[in-house]
């Protein structure tokens, strides 16, 4: 029997599939990590398509069948991407996803770090580095990642521009590849 479901969330990745279908990945505070199913998404009549950008902060109507939940009607709440964000902010938005993506488990409920990758993002969106930095930190050790001392230092230092890297490596270290979004440092 179909279960509905309301619920905010991030959309945190998408990926093409047949007939116009987005398969799309949310975190949510209360389910966690979920793929959705939007049907028809990628028509040019569909109102959804809009709203289901990375980075994007929706309200969603989901629908759980058969282990899937199916994505009937989305509300944008905040948008990242808009005419005023530059390809700087637009790449550290997709490095950022990128991880939130790799390292977070389907259905993993974390209320919490819901709160940092919203806080994050909109640390991107502002251009505050720094603020984004600790928000960055604060989601690796919340997954239970101890951070090396190299960045603690590096970021107590204020010296970002190095410490950005460092953690970027960090994460590489841990997901044991090459981010595909790792252009961005180079």
């Known amino acids: 029997m179909p279960k509905f479901i309301t619920t905010t969330g991030v959309?945190?990745?998408?990926?093409?599939r047949k007939e116009g279908d987005l398969l799309t990945t949310i975190f949510t505070p209360n389910?966690?990590?979920i793929n959705c199913i939007a049907k028809g998404a990628q028509s040019l009549k569909s109102r959804r398509l809009g709203h289901l950008e990375i980075g994007t902060l929706i309200k969603a109507s989901l629908y759980e069948k058969n282990s899937y939940y199916w994505l009937s009607e989305t509300e944008s709440i905040s948008s990242f991407l808009h005419t005023s964000s530059s390809l700087s902010q637009i790449a550290l938005l997709f490095y950022?996803?990128?991880?939130?993506?790799?390292l977070l488990p389907l259905g993993q409920k974390e209320p919490q770090l819901y709160q940092i990758i919203v806080k994050a993002i909109e640390a991107i969106s502002l251009n505050q580095f720094s603020l984004f930095i600790k928000q960055e930190i604060s989601f690796l050790e919340k997954l239970g990642y101890g951070i090396p001392k190299e960045i603690i230092i590096s970021f107590e230092n204020k010296d970002y521009k190095n410490t950005q890297p460092l953690i970027k490596r960090f994460c590489e270290s841990i997901i044991e590849k090459q981010l595909k979004s790792s252009t961005l440092f180079h």
Request: glycine content about 6%.
């Open 96 to 102: 950022f996803l990128e991880i939130v993506n790799t």
């Open 11 to 16: 959309v945190i990745n998408k990926q093409k």
């Open 31 to 33: 389910l966690g990590k």
